[in-house]
Protein backbone atom coordinates (compact mmCIF):
# COMPACT_ATOMS: atom_id res chain seq x y z
CA UNK A 1 0.00 0.00 0.00
CA UNK A 2 1.11 3.68 -0.94
CA UNK A 3 1.87 6.19 1.44
CA UNK A 4 0.65 9.49 0.92
CA UNK A 5 1.15 13.01 2.52
CA UNK A 6 0.45 13.22 6.09
CA UNK A 7 -0.86 16.11 7.92
CA UNK A 8 -3.18 17.49 5.56
CA UNK A 9 -5.85 19.69 7.59
CA UNK A 10 -8.89 19.41 7.66
CA UNK A 11 -11.54 22.70 7.17
CA UNK A 12 -13.94 20.84 10.05
CA UNK A 13 -12.52 19.72 13.10
CA UNK A 14 -13.79 16.33 14.69
CA UNK A 15 -14.36 17.81 18.28
CA UNK A 16 -13.78 14.06 19.74
CA UNK A 17 -10.26 13.19 18.26
CA UNK A 18 -9.37 12.36 14.95
CA UNK A 19 -9.34 10.27 11.86
CA UNK A 20 -6.97 8.20 9.70
CA UNK A 21 -7.93 6.66 6.80
CA UNK A 22 -6.15 3.75 4.38
CA UNK A 23 -6.68 2.38 0.72
CA UNK A 24 -6.92 -1.04 -0.08
CA UNK A 25 -9.40 -4.23 0.52
CA UNK A 26 -8.57 -5.05 3.92
CA UNK A 27 -7.39 -1.86 5.52
CA UNK A 28 -7.15 -1.68 9.13
CA UNK A 29 -7.23 1.82 11.20
CA UNK A 30 -6.18 2.70 14.28
CA UNK A 31 -5.93 5.85 15.86
CA UNK A 32 -2.49 7.91 15.94
CA UNK A 33 -0.70 8.51 19.65
CA UNK A 34 0.44 11.75 20.62
CA UNK A 35 -1.22 14.99 19.04
CA UNK A 36 -1.79 14.21 15.32
CA UNK A 37 -3.75 16.32 12.85
CA UNK A 38 -7.08 16.67 12.60
CA UNK A 39 -7.40 14.36 9.02
CA UNK A 40 -5.13 12.19 7.94
CA UNK A 41 -5.45 10.40 4.69
CA UNK A 42 -3.63 7.12 4.05
CA UNK A 43 -3.68 6.66 -0.13
CA UNK A 44 -2.36 7.59 -3.78
CA UNK A 45 -0.52 11.32 -3.37
CA UNK A 46 -2.67 11.87 -6.41
CA UNK A 47 -6.26 12.02 -4.67
CA UNK A 48 -4.97 14.47 -1.86
CA UNK A 49 -5.63 17.80 -3.71
CA UNK A 50 -9.38 17.21 -4.06
CA UNK A 51 -10.15 16.32 -0.37
CA UNK A 52 -10.21 19.17 2.15
CA UNK A 53 -13.25 18.01 4.25
CA UNK A 54 -14.12 14.51 6.44
CA UNK A 55 -17.31 14.62 3.58
CA UNK A 56 -14.47 13.85 1.42
CA UNK A 57 -12.73 11.18 2.65
CA UNK A 58 -15.28 8.20 2.57
CA UNK A 59 -13.13 5.08 1.74
CA UNK A 60 -15.57 2.48 -0.11
CA UNK A 61 -13.21 -0.63 0.82
CA UNK A 62 -13.11 0.73 4.30
CA UNK A 63 -13.70 -3.09 5.99
CA UNK A 64 -12.56 -2.01 9.95
CA UNK A 65 -12.15 0.97 11.94
CA UNK A 66 -10.71 1.25 16.06
CA UNK A 67 -10.73 3.89 17.99
CA UNK A 68 -11.10 2.22 20.81
CA UNK A 69 -8.81 2.99 24.48
CA UNK A 70 -8.20 6.64 23.33
CA UNK A 71 -9.98 8.72 26.21
CA UNK A 72 -12.40 9.94 22.99
CA UNK A 73 -15.16 12.75 24.37
CA UNK A 74 -18.01 13.81 22.85
CA UNK A 75 -21.12 12.52 20.11
CA UNK A 76 -19.98 9.42 18.24
CA UNK A 77 -20.04 11.57 14.52
CA UNK A 78 -22.75 10.35 12.01
CA UNK A 79 -20.03 10.85 9.55
CA UNK A 80 -19.17 7.66 10.03
CA UNK A 81 -21.88 5.95 8.56
CA UNK A 82 -20.51 7.27 5.10
CA UNK A 83 -18.59 4.36 5.17
CA UNK A 84 -20.43 2.42 3.08
CA UNK A 85 -18.62 -0.95 3.08
CA UNK A 86 -17.59 -0.80 6.91
CA UNK A 87 -18.44 -4.16 8.96
CA UNK A 88 -16.21 -3.18 12.19
CA UNK A 89 -16.20 -0.59 14.66
CA UNK A 90 -14.57 -0.62 17.78
CA UNK A 91 -15.43 2.42 20.11
CA UNK A 92 -15.19 1.25 23.46
CA UNK A 93 -13.15 2.13 26.46
CA UNK A 94 -14.07 6.05 25.61
CA UNK A 95 -15.92 8.66 27.31
CA UNK A 96 -18.52 8.98 24.17
CA UNK A 97 -21.70 10.68 24.99
CA UNK A 98 -25.24 10.10 23.46
CA UNK A 99 -27.31 7.55 20.84
CA UNK A 100 -25.81 5.99 18.59
CA UNK A 101 -26.66 8.19 15.03
CA UNK A 102 -29.00 6.34 13.06
CA UNK A 103 -26.69 6.60 10.11
CA UNK A 104 -24.25 4.61 11.92
CA UNK A 105 -27.36 2.49 13.91
CA UNK A 106 -28.57 1.53 9.77
CA UNK A 107 -25.42 0.35 8.53
CA UNK A 108 -26.72 -2.63 6.88
CA UNK A 109 -22.86 -3.70 6.10
CA UNK A 110 -21.68 -3.30 9.77
CA UNK A 111 -21.24 -6.57 11.56
CA UNK A 112 -19.92 -5.56 15.11
CA UNK A 113 -20.11 -2.32 16.85
CA UNK A 114 -18.94 -1.82 20.27
CA UNK A 115 -19.38 1.62 22.20
CA UNK A 116 -19.27 0.57 25.71
CA UNK A 117 -17.76 2.86 28.03
CA UNK A 118 -14.64 3.34 29.88
CA UNK A 119 -15.32 -0.17 32.16
CA UNK A 120 -12.16 1.04 34.54
CA UNK A 121 -14.17 4.07 35.31
CA UNK A 122 -17.71 2.73 35.62
CA UNK A 123 -16.73 0.45 37.90
CA UNK A 124 -15.22 3.28 39.89
CA UNK A 125 -18.55 5.17 39.57
CA UNK A 126 -20.26 1.85 40.84
CA UNK A 127 -17.69 1.80 43.87
CA UNK A 128 -17.97 5.20 45.10
CA UNK A 129 -22.19 5.48 44.09
CA UNK A 130 -23.32 2.25 45.79
CA UNK A 131 -23.97 1.75 49.45
CA UNK A 132 -22.76 -2.04 49.33
CA UNK A 133 -21.29 -4.60 47.04
CA UNK A 134 -23.08 -8.14 46.39
CA UNK A 135 -20.90 -10.48 44.86
CA UNK A 136 -21.45 -14.10 43.06
CA UNK A 137 -19.36 -15.90 45.51
CA UNK A 138 -19.35 -17.54 48.87
CA UNK A 139 -17.46 -18.00 52.23
CA UNK A 140 -16.62 -21.69 51.42
CA UNK A 141 -14.43 -20.50 48.15
CA UNK A 142 -13.19 -17.37 49.40
CA UNK A 143 -14.13 -15.58 53.00
CA UNK A 144 -10.65 -14.37 53.89
CA UNK A 145 -10.94 -12.26 50.41
CA UNK A 146 -14.41 -11.22 51.51
CA UNK A 147 -13.21 -10.11 54.21
CA UNK A 148 -9.92 -8.42 52.93
CA UNK A 149 -12.31 -6.62 50.32
CA UNK A 150 -14.63 -5.18 52.70
CA UNK A 151 -12.04 -3.70 54.96
CA UNK A 152 -10.25 -1.95 51.26
CA UNK A 153 -13.00 -0.45 50.24
CA UNK A 154 -15.28 0.48 53.58
CA UNK A 155 -18.27 -1.02 52.54
CA UNK A 156 -20.10 -4.16 53.43
CA UNK A 157 -19.51 -7.32 51.26
CA UNK A 158 -22.46 -9.66 51.01
CA UNK A 159 -22.10 -12.67 48.71
CA UNK A 160 -24.86 -14.16 47.28
CA UNK A 161 -23.88 -17.75 46.34
CA UNK A 162 -22.38 -18.80 43.64
CA UNK A 163 -25.34 -19.28 41.42
CA UNK A 164 -24.62 -21.82 39.14
CA UNK A 165 -27.15 -23.09 36.36
CA UNK A 166 -29.24 -25.32 35.97
CA UNK A 167 -28.02 -27.94 33.33
CA UNK A 168 -31.62 -29.49 33.17
CA UNK A 169 -33.46 -26.12 32.32
CA UNK A 170 -30.50 -25.85 29.48
CA UNK A 171 -31.50 -29.12 27.77
CA UNK A 172 -34.59 -27.88 27.12
CA UNK A 173 -34.55 -26.11 24.03
CA UNK A 174 -31.32 -27.48 22.58
CA UNK A 175 -31.53 -26.58 18.73
CA UNK A 176 -29.76 -28.96 15.82
CA UNK A 177 -25.78 -28.10 16.58
CA UNK A 178 -26.51 -28.41 20.43
CA UNK A 179 -28.03 -32.12 19.58
CA UNK A 180 -25.24 -33.03 17.36
CA UNK A 181 -22.34 -32.43 19.67
CA UNK A 182 -24.20 -34.19 22.31
CA UNK A 183 -24.46 -37.21 19.78
CA UNK A 184 -21.00 -36.65 18.98
CA UNK A 185 -19.34 -37.06 22.76
CA UNK A 186 -21.57 -40.08 23.47
CA UNK A 187 -19.81 -41.98 20.99
CA UNK A 188 -16.04 -41.37 21.94
CA UNK A 189 -13.64 -42.86 24.54
CA UNK A 190 -10.76 -40.62 24.53
CA UNK A 191 -11.25 -36.88 22.60
CA UNK A 192 -11.78 -33.70 23.08
CA UNK A 193 -14.16 -30.70 22.37
CA UNK A 194 -12.74 -27.29 21.73
CA UNK A 195 -14.80 -24.23 21.69
CA UNK A 196 -13.34 -21.81 19.05
CA UNK A 197 -13.80 -17.99 18.36
CA UNK A 198 -12.24 -16.05 16.05
CA UNK A 199 -10.56 -13.43 17.31
CA UNK A 200 -12.19 -9.73 16.93
CA UNK A 201 -9.59 -8.21 13.74
CA UNK A 202 -8.90 -11.42 12.41
CA UNK A 203 -9.83 -11.13 8.72
CA UNK A 204 -9.08 -14.52 7.68
CA UNK A 205 -11.57 -16.92 6.99
CA UNK A 206 -13.06 -19.51 9.82
CA UNK A 207 -11.06 -22.67 7.95
CA UNK A 208 -7.70 -20.43 8.43
CA UNK A 209 -7.48 -20.50 12.04
CA UNK A 210 -6.51 -23.74 13.12
CA UNK A 211 -3.28 -25.55 11.66
CA UNK A 212 -3.29 -26.79 8.04
CA UNK A 213 -5.54 -30.28 8.24
CA UNK A 214 -5.78 -30.17 12.07
CA UNK A 215 -9.61 -30.82 12.26
CA UNK A 216 -8.37 -33.62 9.67
CA UNK A 217 -5.90 -35.06 11.80
CA UNK A 218 -8.17 -35.06 14.58
CA UNK A 219 -11.45 -35.61 13.10
CA UNK A 220 -11.64 -39.02 14.76
CA UNK A 221 -10.90 -38.42 18.62
CA UNK A 222 -11.66 -34.16 18.21
CA UNK A 223 -14.37 -31.66 17.43
CA UNK A 224 -13.82 -27.86 17.01
CA UNK A 225 -16.75 -26.03 17.49
CA UNK A 226 -16.57 -22.35 15.93
CA UNK A 227 -18.33 -20.28 17.67
CA UNK A 228 -21.16 -20.61 20.58
CA UNK A 229 -21.02 -24.07 22.42
CA UNK A 230 -22.89 -25.88 25.00
CA UNK A 231 -20.67 -25.59 27.66
CA UNK A 232 -22.92 -26.72 31.02
CA UNK A 233 -24.34 -29.48 29.32
CA UNK A 234 -20.45 -30.26 27.76
CA UNK A 235 -19.18 -30.43 30.85
CA UNK A 236 -21.74 -32.15 32.78
CA UNK A 237 -20.86 -35.04 30.54
CA UNK A 238 -19.52 -38.11 32.22
CA UNK A 239 -16.67 -38.55 29.82
CA UNK A 240 -14.87 -35.08 30.65
CA UNK A 241 -12.24 -35.41 32.95
CA UNK A 242 -10.56 -32.12 32.67
CA UNK A 243 -11.81 -28.17 31.78
CA UNK A 244 -9.47 -25.81 29.71
CA UNK A 245 -10.50 -22.75 30.78
CA UNK A 246 -9.97 -18.89 30.32
CA UNK A 247 -10.78 -18.22 33.64
CA UNK A 248 -14.32 -15.76 33.10
CA UNK A 249 -15.89 -16.24 36.36
CA UNK A 250 -18.66 -18.23 35.23
CA UNK A 251 -17.04 -20.67 33.06
CA UNK A 252 -14.94 -21.47 36.66
CA UNK A 253 -18.20 -21.80 38.09
CA UNK A 254 -20.21 -24.16 36.02
CA UNK A 255 -16.07 -25.99 36.29
CA UNK A 256 -16.29 -26.69 39.40
CA UNK A 257 -20.17 -27.36 39.50
CA UNK A 258 -18.98 -30.51 37.25
CA UNK A 259 -16.58 -31.49 39.70
CA UNK A 260 -13.28 -30.92 36.66
CA UNK A 261 -10.02 -30.03 37.47
CA UNK A 262 -9.16 -26.94 35.72
CA UNK A 263 -6.60 -25.72 33.50
CA UNK A 264 -6.10 -22.30 33.59
CA UNK A 265 -5.38 -19.84 31.02
CA UNK A 266 -6.28 -16.41 31.91
CA UNK A 267 -6.22 -13.84 28.83
CA UNK A 268 -7.46 -10.68 30.13
CA UNK A 269 -10.02 -8.11 32.94
CA UNK A 270 -10.62 -10.27 36.06
CA UNK A 271 -9.29 -13.78 34.95
CA UNK A 272 -5.89 -13.45 35.61
CA UNK A 273 -6.69 -12.88 39.42
CA UNK A 274 -9.09 -15.87 39.25
CA UNK A 275 -6.57 -18.23 37.86
CA UNK A 276 -4.05 -17.43 40.60
CA UNK A 277 -7.39 -17.89 43.38
CA UNK A 278 -8.41 -21.11 41.78
CA UNK A 279 -4.39 -22.38 41.33
CA UNK A 280 -4.37 -21.04 45.38
CA UNK A 281 -7.35 -22.88 46.52
CA UNK A 282 -5.83 -26.45 44.70
CA UNK A 283 -8.59 -26.51 42.06
CA UNK A 284 -6.21 -26.15 38.87
CA UNK A 285 -3.23 -25.52 37.44
CA UNK A 286 -2.40 -22.41 35.81
CA UNK A 287 -0.40 -22.55 31.95
CA UNK A 288 3.01 -21.90 31.99
CA UNK A 289 3.85 -18.41 30.03
CA UNK A 290 7.04 -16.47 29.76
CA UNK A 291 7.58 -13.96 32.46
CA UNK A 292 8.66 -11.16 29.82
CA UNK A 293 5.88 -11.51 27.15
CA UNK A 294 3.08 -13.82 28.14
CA UNK A 295 3.63 -16.26 25.09
CA UNK A 296 3.30 -20.20 26.35
CA UNK A 297 3.57 -23.18 23.68
CA UNK A 298 1.92 -26.08 23.14
CA UNK A 299 4.22 -28.03 24.92
CA UNK A 300 3.08 -25.57 28.10
CA UNK A 301 -0.69 -26.87 27.30
CA UNK A 302 -0.37 -30.10 26.98
CA UNK A 303 2.02 -30.22 30.43
CA UNK A 304 -0.99 -28.62 32.59
CA UNK A 305 -3.23 -30.91 31.38
CA UNK A 306 -1.55 -33.88 31.95
CA UNK A 307 -0.60 -33.01 35.49
CA UNK A 308 -4.61 -32.38 36.41
CA UNK A 309 -5.97 -35.49 34.18
CA UNK A 310 -3.39 -37.56 34.47
CA UNK A 311 -0.42 -38.08 36.12
CA UNK A 312 -0.31 -39.33 39.39
CA UNK A 313 0.61 -35.84 40.96
CA UNK A 314 -2.53 -34.21 39.72
CA UNK A 315 -4.14 -35.97 41.98
CA UNK A 316 -5.01 -33.29 44.69
CA UNK A 317 -6.45 -30.81 41.97
CA UNK A 318 -8.85 -33.69 41.05
CA UNK A 319 -9.95 -34.36 44.87
CA UNK A 320 -10.46 -30.64 45.24
CA UNK A 321 -12.22 -30.08 42.42
CA UNK A 322 -15.02 -32.96 43.61
CA UNK A 323 -14.91 -31.64 47.21
CA UNK A 324 -15.99 -28.40 45.94
CA UNK A 325 -18.26 -29.73 43.22
CA UNK A 326 -20.75 -30.80 46.41
CA UNK A 327 -20.47 -27.14 48.05
CA UNK A 328 -21.79 -25.44 44.29
CA UNK A 329 -24.22 -27.98 43.98
CA UNK A 330 -25.50 -27.81 47.52
CA UNK A 331 -28.95 -26.11 46.88
CA UNK A 332 -30.02 -25.13 50.52
CA UNK A 333 -26.07 -23.77 51.40
CA UNK A 334 -26.50 -22.05 48.16
CA UNK A 335 -30.08 -20.49 48.56
CA UNK A 336 -28.81 -19.88 52.21
CA UNK A 337 -26.57 -16.78 50.52
CA UNK A 338 -29.33 -15.62 48.35
CA UNK A 339 -31.72 -15.47 51.51
CA UNK A 340 -29.38 -13.71 53.49
CA UNK A 341 -28.74 -11.21 50.52
CA UNK A 342 -32.22 -10.63 51.06
CA UNK A 343 -32.43 -10.25 54.67
CA UNK A 344 -29.56 -7.48 54.18
CA UNK A 345 -31.54 -5.25 51.91
CA UNK A 346 -34.75 -5.60 54.16
CA UNK A 347 -32.71 -4.12 57.01
CA UNK A 348 -30.80 -2.11 55.06
CA UNK A 349 -32.77 0.00 53.31
CA UNK A 350 -32.21 3.59 54.83
CA UNK A 351 -27.80 2.67 55.38
CA UNK A 352 -26.02 5.82 53.99
CA UNK A 353 -23.94 5.89 51.18
Given at each position: ????E???????R???GR???????S?????????P???????????????A??E????I???????S???????????????T????????????????P?????????G????N??????????L??????ALR?C????S?W?????????K????????P?S??E????A??????I?????K??T?????????F?L???D??????G????????????????????I?A????????????????I????S????V????????????R????????V??????????????????????V????????Y?????????????K????????G????????RS???
Amino acid sequence: MEMGELGQRSRRRWPWGRFESASGESSRVTPLSGSPPDLVFYGPRTELPSRATPESFTVINLLELDFSNNSLSGPIPAELGKLTNLTSLGLFSNNLTGKIPPEIGNMTSLGYLDVNTNDARRFKMALEGCRAIALRSCEELESEWLILLEEIIKKPIVPVGLLPPSVDERNENANESEVEIMEWLGKQRTCFVWGLRKPFGLSRPDGEILPEGFEDRTKDFGLVVKGWAPQVKILAHELVGGFLTHCGWSSIIEGLQSGHPLVLLPMDLDQGLNARLMEEKGFGVEVERNEEDGCFNKEDVAKALRLVMVDEEGESYRKRAQKMMEVVRDKERQDKNVDGFIQFLATNRSLEA
